[in-house]
C-alpha cells in the first residue's frame, strides 16, 4: 500500500500576516497641551505630560470614592453648624440686653433650670468646644486636598522626573512652569482644587524624597 503524501505547508505570506496593532496614542486635553508645548514644543515630552495626568486621574478616582467624598462632606457640615451655633452663644452670652439671641437664650435658660443666669456658666465650655470642634474640623477637611492627596505628590514626583529627562529646570515660584505645569495636570485629571502654592510644595517635597546620589 503505497505512504500516504504529506502536505506540504504553505508558507504564510507577509501580507496575510496578523500585524500587531500600533501603540495607542495617549489622549491629552487641549488646555494641558498648550501649557506642556509652551514649555517645551516636543512630541515626546507632550506624550510624558499626558500619560502622567493620566495617573493622576486613575489616582485621584481612587482617593476621591464614595467614602472620602461623604467623610469631607460630613466635615463641612460640622464645621458649619459648629461655628455658626458658636457665633449664637456668643451672640446670646455676651451680646446686648436686647439682642433677640440674648431672649432667646433667657427663654431656654428658664425652660431647663428654671433661670437664665443657671444656664450662662454650663454654655461657657460649651462655646469653647464648639469654637476648637469647628476649626479641628475644617482642618481636617483642608488636609483631605493637599497633604493627603497621592496622586499630587505622584504626579509631582513623575514631573520632576520628566523634567530631569528634556533638561528643564525646575523653578519653585507661582509662575514657574513646573508650578503650571503640575497645576494643569491636576485640573485635567478633574482635580480643582490644586493652586500653585499647593503645587510648589509637592514639588520640593517630592525633591527630598528623590534617593540620595
Not at 516636543?42 to 505630560?49: M, S
Request: glycine fraction near 4%; hydrophobic fraction near 40%; charge should be positive.
Amino acid at each position: 500500500m503505497p505512504a500516504k503524501s504529506t502536505a506540504r505547508k504553505q508558507a504564510v505570506p507577509a501580507a496575510a500576516r496578523r500585524q500587531a496593532p500600533p501603540p495607542k496614542a495617549v489622549k491629552v486635553g487641549k488646555r494641558l497641551e498648550k501649557t506642556a508645548r509652551e514649555i517645551k514644543d516636543a512630541d515626546e515630552f507632550v506624550e510624558h505630560v499626558a500619560g502622567l495626568a493620566n495617573r493622576y486621574r486613575r489616582e485621584y478616582s481612587l482617593q476621591a470614592g464614595d467614602a472620602q467624598a461623604e467623610l469631607r462632606q460630613s466635615l463641612r457640615s460640622f464645621q458649619k453648624h459648629a461655628s455658626a451655633l458658636a457665633e449664637w452663644l456668643q451672640a446670646a452670652s455676651n451680646g446686648k440686653s436686647t439682642a433677640i439671641e440674648r431672649k432667646a437664650f433667657d427663654a431656654i435658660g428658664t425652660k431647663l433650670h428654671g433661670s437664665p443666669v443657671l444656664a450662662r456658666p454650663q454654655s461657657a465650655p460649651v462655646l469653647d468646644w464648639l469654637t476648637r470642634a469647628a476649626q479641628v474640623a475644617e482642618d481636617s477637611s483642608a488636609k483631605k486636598k493637599d497633604a493627603d492627596n497621592t496622586a499630587l505628590h505622584i504626579a509631582a514626583e513623575g514631573l520632576r522626573a520628566t523634567f530631569e529627562h528634556h533638561k528643564l529646570k525646575i523653578a519653585l515660584s507661582a509662575t514657574g512652569d513646573a508650578v503650571r505645569l503640575l497645576c494643569a495636570i491636576a485640573k485635567d485629571a478633574g482635580d480643582a482644587a490644586v493652586e500653585p502654592d499647593i503645587a510648589k510644595t509637592a514639588l520640593r517635597d517630592s525633591n527630598r524624597r528623590q534617593p540620595a546620589a
